[in-house]
C-alpha cells in the first residue's frame, strides 16, 4: 500500500506535536485509572470498562483538539509565560509541547532555540515520513484482518440445527433485542464470535456445537447477545483506533488490552447476574473455550491469552458491583482529570497579580540584535516595557530601538531574577525532557518484555494443546485396547463353555461307552451260557438224534 495523500508538511507542524502531546498527557490519565482499578477492588468490571475507555479517548480529543487549554499550575519558578501565541501550530515547538518553556540567556542560545530553528525542521519532516510509513503498514495489516473476517463469514453456513437457533431466539426475547444478527456456523474458528458492526453476525464452532451441552450453548450464546446489547462492536471503535494512531505508544497497547479484558468482565458479569447460571458452570465453560485469537472485527467468547483467561476467572470469583452514583462520580472525575488536551503554565505570585504585569522571556531572532535576550513587561492598559541582556548587562529599549543600560539596583535585581529564573526553567525543562526519554524507554523496555512473555506463553499453551491432543489419541488408544480386551475375554469364555460343553458331551460318550462295554459283557456271558447249552445239548440230546 503506498503512504496516503497527506502532507508531510502537516503531519510535521501539527500531527506529530498533537501526538506528542496526548501521548505525555495519557501518562497522568492511564495512571489515574490504574490506580483506580488497582486499589478499588469493588469497582464492577462495568465501571472499569468506561474508565478504560476514557483513557483511549483522550488519546483521540487530544490528537483533534485543535488548541489545548491553559492551566497556570506552575510556580514562576518553573518558568516565564509565552506571550503572544496566536494558536497552536503557529507556536514554536517548546510552546506546542507540555511543560516545556521557552527562553535564552545571552552568551548562548537555549537548547530548545537550537532545535526549533535549525535541527526540527528536517528532523520533522524524517518523522512524519517514517510515521505515515509505519502507520500504512498498521492500516494494511488491519484491512487485511478486516477482509479475513468478512470472507470467513462468506464461508460459513446458515444451516443452523433448529433446537440451537430456538434457544438463540428465546435469549434473543429475554434479552428484549428486537432485531437479532443472522446466526451461522464455521468451520474456522474455536469459540463464539459476534463480528460486525454492520452487519453483526454470530459465528458457532461448526465442530464443537454437537460436543455442547444446553447450558453451555445458552452462556456462549448469552454472552455474545450481551455484546451486542451493550454495542460493544460500536464503542470499540475508540480504543482500537487510538491503538492504531498511536501505535508506537506502548500505554496505548495498554488501554486497548484493559478494555478488552475490562469488557469481556463486564459480559460475564451480565451473564451471572441473570441468575440462570452459576459461576461454577460458566467458569468451566471459559476453561473448556480455552484461548483463541482475537478476531478482527470483533469480540470472541475465548481469551486471546492464558493470563486474560486467568483474570477473568479471578474476576468471576471476586465479582462486585458499585453503584450508579459513584460510577458517574468516578467518570466526572476521570473527564476533569484529563480528558480535554491542557497545557500547564507558570502561574504569577500574588505581587505579580497585584500589579498586573506580565513578564515573558525569549531569545530575540527577528527586530533585536544577534546574541541577546528580550524581557517584555506587560502592564494592564499600557505599552509593553522593553528590556535587553547581552552580556552580562541589561538595558532598556524605547520604541526606537535606543538602548539605555540600567543602572537601577531594584531593577537590575528584578530583571537578574527573571534570568535566573528562566535558566532553572530550562535546566528542569531539559532535565524533563530526559525524564520523559528515560520514561519512554523503560515503558518500551517493559514492553517488549511483555511481548516475549506472551510469545513464551503462547508457545508454552501450543505446546500443552499438542500434549493435550496426543493423550486424547493415547486414551482412545487405550479406550480401543480396552474394548479389544474386553473382545478377546468374550471370546475366550465363549470358548471356555465350548470346552464346557465337548467335556460334558464327552463324558456322555464315555458313559454311553461303558455301557456299551457292559452290554457287550452281557451279551458275551450270554453268548458263552448258550454256548454252553449247545454244548450240553449237544453231549445230551444231539448224540441220542445221531444215533436215531
Not at 24 to 34: D, G, I, P
Request: proline residues 5%; positive net charge.
Amino acid at each position: 500500500m503506498s503512504l496516503p495523500s497527506m502532507d508531510l508538511s502537516f503531519v510535521a507542524d501539527t500531527l506529530l506535536p498533537r501526538l506528542a502531546a496526548a501521548s505525555l498527557q495519557s501518562l497522568l490519565l492511564v495512571a489515574a485509572v490504574w490506580a483506580l482499578c488497582r486499589y478499588l477492588p469493588r469497582l464492577s468490571a462495568s465501571a472499569r470498562c468506561w474508565l478504560w475507555w476514557l483513557a483511549a479517548l483522550q488519546l483521540l480529543v487530544g490528537l483533534l483538539w485543535p488548541t489545548p487549554l491553559m492551566l497556570p499550575l506552575l510556580p514562576e519558578s518553573f518558568g516565564i509565560l509565552i506571550a503572544d501565541a496566536p494558536s497552536a501550530t503557529a507556536m514554536p515547538l517548546s510552546a506546542r509541547l507540555p511543560f516545556v518553556m521557552a527562553g535564552g540567556d545571552a552568551p548562548t542560545a537555549s537548547l530548545a532555540d537550537a532545535a526549533i530553528g535549525s535541527v526540527w525542521p528536517s528532523w520533522t519532516s524524517l518523522l512524519a515520513g517514517i510515521w505515515l510509513l509505519a502507520f500504512s503498514a498498521v492500516l494494511t495489516a488491519n484491512l487485511r484482518a478486516f477482509l479475513d473476517t468478512r470472507r470467513r463469514i462468506a464461508r460459513s453456513s446458515a444451516e443452523v440445527p433448529l433446537p440451537v437457533a430456538q434457544a438463540y431466539r428465546r435469549l434473543g426475547d429475554s434479552l428484549g433485542l428486537r432485531r437479532l444478527p443472522e446466526l451461522r456456523l464455521s468451520a474456522e474458528i474455536e469459540s463464539p464470535q459476534l463480528l460486525g458492526p454492520w452487519p453483526a453476525v454470530v459465528l458457532l464452532p461448526q465442530h464443537r456445537i454437537a460436543s455442547m451441552s444446553a447450558g453451555e450453548l445458552d452462556m456462549a450464546l448469552h454472552h455474545e447477545l450481551v455484546h451486542l446489547r451493550r454495542r460493544d462492536l460500536w464503542w470499540g471503535w475508540v480504543p482500537a483506533l487510538a491503538q492504531q494512531l498511536f501505535f508506537f505508544h506502548p500505554l496505548a497497547h495498554l488501554v486497548a488490552r484493559e478494555y478488552s479484558l475490562a469488557r469481556e468482565a463486564a459480559c460475564d458479569a451480565a451473564v451471572l447476574d441473570s441468575r440462570r447460571y452459576t459461576p461454577q458452570d460458566y467458569g468451566r465453560l471459559l476453561l473448556r473455550l480455552g484461548v483463541a485469537p482475537r478476531p478482527g472485527a470483533g469480540v470472541a467468547s475465548a481469551s486471546p491469552t492464558y493470563t486474560a483467561l486467568k483474570r477473568r476467572l479471578t474476576m468471576l470469583q471476586n465479582a462486585a458491583s458499585t453503584s450508579h452514583a459513584g460510577t458517574l462520580a468516578l467518570t466526572f472525575a476521570v473527564v476533569l482529570l484529563g480528558l480535554v488536551p491542557y497545557r500547564i503554565t507558570a502561574a504569577a505570585d500574588a505581587s505579580a497579580k497585584a500589579s498586573s504585569r506580565t513578564i515573558s522571556v525569549q531569545s530575540d531572532r527577528s527586530g533585536g540584535k544577534a546574541g541577546e535576550t528580550r524581557i517584555f513587561e506587560r502592564h494592564q492598559g499600557q505599552a509593553p516595557s522593553v528590556w535587553a541582556a547581552k552580556g552580562g548587562k541589561f538595558y532598556r529599549v524605547d520604541a526606537d530601538e535606543r538602548y539605555e543600560e540600567v543602572r537601577d539596583a531594584a531593577t537590575l535585581a528584578r530583571l537578574q531574577k527573571h534570568m535566573r529564573d528562566m535558566k532553572a526553567a530550562e535546566i528542569d525543562a531539559r532535565q524533563a525532557e530526559r525524564d520523559a526519554k528515560i520514561a519512554e524507554r523503560e515503558a518500551l523496555r517493559s514492553a517488549q518484555d511483555a511481548e516475549r512473555a506472551g510469545r513464551e506463553a503462547e508457545r508454552v499453551a501450543q505446546q500443552a494443546r499438542r500434549d493435550g491432543e496426543q493423550a486424547r489419541l493415547d486414551a482412545a488408544q487405550g479406550a480401543n485396547d480396552a474394548r479389544q480386551a474386553a473382545l478377546d475375554r468374550d471370546q475366550v469364555a465363549r470358548d471356555a463353555e465350548q470346552a464346557r460343553r465337548d467335556a460334558e458331551q464327552h463324558m456322555r460318550d464315555v458313559e454311553q461307552a461303558r455301557r456299551d462295554v457292559q452290554q457287550a459283557i452281557r451279551d458275551a456271558e450270554q453268548a458263552a451260557r448258550d454256548a454252553a447249552e449247545y454244548v450240553r445239548w449237544i453231549s445230551d440230546g444231539g448224540q441220542s438224534a445221531t444215533d436215531a
